[in-house]
């Protein structure tokens, strides 16, 4: 299985950027799609981004389509999360997850039954 690890989060103004990243270890990467996922206290972890095992294929939660942007560099083992024009209810503690099942197409808006390894996620604050 998979072991992931976030980094990247932080305090930072609104109108601003971070750049979320997530290695991972233990298991074959670049088989699996992987996700990003955030949840706000209060608030059940919702889905904010997927990317396909080939990186060639990408979902964008609504909330941030055209703002954020997911990508990934199989040969580091790693997923990315760029997030621009940040506003406050992008303040959450962000997952990255690693599917599931592997060389899974992807499509609709991904739940988190659909992962299985996680990471123990970044803390992200937006203030204005």
């Known amino acids: 299985q998979v072991q992931l690890v976030e980094s990247g989060g932080g305090l930072v103004q609104a109108g601003g950027s971070l750049r979320l990243s997530c290695a991972a270890s233990?298991?074959?990467?670049?088989?699996?799609?992987m996700g990003w996922f955030r949840q706000a206290p209060g608030k059940e972890r919702e889905f904010v981004a997927a990317?396909?095992?080939?990186?060639?294929?990408?979902l964008h939660a609504d909330s941030v389509k055209g703002r954020f942007t997911i990508s990934r560099d199989n040969a580091k083992n790693t997923v990315y999360l760029q997030m621009n024009s940040l506003k406050r209810e992008d303040t959450a503690v962000y997952y990255c997850?690693?599917?599931?099942?592997?060389?899974?197409?992807?499509?609709?808006?991904?739940?988190?039954?659909?992962?299985?390894?996680w990471g123990l996620g970044t803390q992200v604050t937006v203030y204005s």
């Open positions: 997850a690693a599917d599931l099942v592997p060389f899974r197409l992807i499509s609709g808006t991904p739940s988190t039954s659909d992962y299985a390894s």
């Open positions: 233990g298991g074959t990467f670049s088989s699996y799609n």
């Open positions: 990317i396909s095992w080939t990186g060639r294929s990408t």
